[in-house]
């Protein structure tokens, strides 16, 4: 269990040496003052002693804080300087409910602890924490250490996102650098995202470009032109760039996951597709990336799709995924081994998976009659791309 943390510890400190080491530059959510001011809290409720107590345990720990007696109040003062916000639920101008809808609408980073005394039930609670996601649900009343453990948690959350940010925005600047080799800055940072991904989550090292390479040996099985199968490639490469703002202890977690944090899991296409929207790629990449987790009758994420309405590459994707998510060892689980893969795929045939995309991986995969993976990938019809390994590590 120590070497597993230790692992994330490294992969984290890595990941943000990374990001340290690009330029400096402005940006709406200022890194920079991030990390020279005191981190701003804003507090929100109706309830004066309420505000008072709080205003003195955040203060002690030397946090600046913002108290608001209203949401309509909180929405006008919200502005990039705010690190965390603790919300009331039970406000009486708006709910605290339509205050977080508004304040995720100014700024979806920004994590919300919803601190009430309003919403006592344990199934209402969690009825609120699956449909609005906030960071944390404190009732009024609790141990004041929780509350000060979840703010402190709050802002280093937002910490880390400002700095993924940071890091999305300095990899699109390097991009429009130079028209004469964009292609070339294109794939270069395109690798460079994977590797930042790979650095964060070690145990799935290799995995995009596995999935790339696949995807890929599906698309042509396909008839699927070339040049649309260096798309696919290439959104394999990065279908996980979403992961960035995920907690790296959530990436590394050996159990099983909880509700909230497969929730926050479940957020890593959208992510991908706010980092990859803006960049001019020659393909629909971002797209590709948003849709790799949906499935053919609608019970994927983050949309819901079904059937056509998602797209042929993210179909594509979706089974390479599932394959190389299934054979090597995992953190919480042994190997399950390519057998156990092609089980999944040809039993929710048609139902999760384009039966087109899965006709192709079984016959790419049992002419080759390979046992592993890797032997598959490297060895048969895969051809691999010109450039070098992203990670000197094996099979994640």
């Given at each position: 269990m120590h070497i597993k943390k230790e692992r994330c510890?490294?992969?984290?400190?890595?990941?943000?040496?990374?990001?340290?080491n690009l330029n400096n530059?402005?940006?709406d959510m200022d890194v920079n003052s991030y990390e020279q001011d005191k981190p701003k809290v804003m507090v929100i409720d109706d309830e004066d002693s309420v505000l008072k107590t709080t205003e003195l345990i955040l203060e002690d720990e030397g946090y600046q804080v913002e108290l608001c007696t209203t949401g309509k109040e909180?929405?006008?003062?919200?502005?990039?300087d705010i690190n965390a916000v603790v919300l009331d639920i039970n406000m009486p101008d708006l709910s605290g409910l339509q205050v977080f809808e508004k304040i995720k609408a100014k700024n979806p980073y920004v994590p919300i602890i919803f601190h009430t005394?309003?919403?006592?039930?344990?199934?209402?609670?969690?009825?609120?924490?699956?449909q609005?996601?906030?960071?944390a649900y404190i009732v009024k009343g609790s141990d004041p250490e929780q509350l000060l453990d979840t703010v402190v948690?709050?802002?280093e959350s937002y910490g880390n996102i400002l700095r993924n940010v940071k890091l999305s925005e300095e990899l699109y600047k390097e991009l429009k650098q130079s028209s004469n080799k964009l292609k070339t800055n294109i794939e270069g940072t395109i690798h460079a995202m994977a590797l930042t991904v790979e650095m964060r989550d070690p145990y799935t090292a290799g995995h995009q470009r596995q999935v790339a390479n696949l995807a890929s040996a599906i698309a042509r099985e396909m008839g699927i032109p070339t040049e649309q199968v260096d798309g696919i490639h290439m959104a394999g490469i990065i279908h996980d760039i979403g992961k960035l703002h995920i907690p790296s202890e959530i990436l590394c977690k050996s159990g099983q996951l909880t509700q909230p944090e497969f929730g926050m899991i479940k957020t890593h296409p959208q992510a991908g597709y706010d980092i990859l929207k803006?960049?001019?790629?020659?393909w629909p990449i971002a797209e590709f990336v948003l849709q790799h987790h949906e499935r053919m009758d609608g019970s994927g994420y983050p949309s819901g799709l079904s059937g056509d309405n998602i797209l042929i590459e993210a179909r594509i994707l979706s089974v390479a995924d599932v394959v190389d998510a299934i054979v090597p060892h995992r953190p919480y689980r042994p190997a399950l081994g390519i057998d156990k893969a092609l089980e999944e795929i040809s039993k929710h045939r048609e139902v999760l998976y384009d039966s087109n995309v899965v006709d192709a991986c079984l016959n790419i995969i049992t002419e080759k009659k390979s046992s592993n993976l890797n032997q598959?990938?490297?060895?048969?019809?895969?051809?691999?791309p010109p450039h070098p390994p992203l990670s000197p590590r094996g099979e994640g």
């Open positions: 510890r490294i992969s984290e400190t890595l990941f943000l040496k990374t990001v340290n530059s402005k940006s909180a929405i006008n003062k919200l502005n990039n005394g309003s919403v006592t039930h344990k199934d209402d609670r969690r009825d609120i924490r699956r609005f996601r906030p960071h948690s709050a802002v803006t960049i001019e790629f020659q598959f990938v490297y060895k048969s019809k895969i051809q691999l």
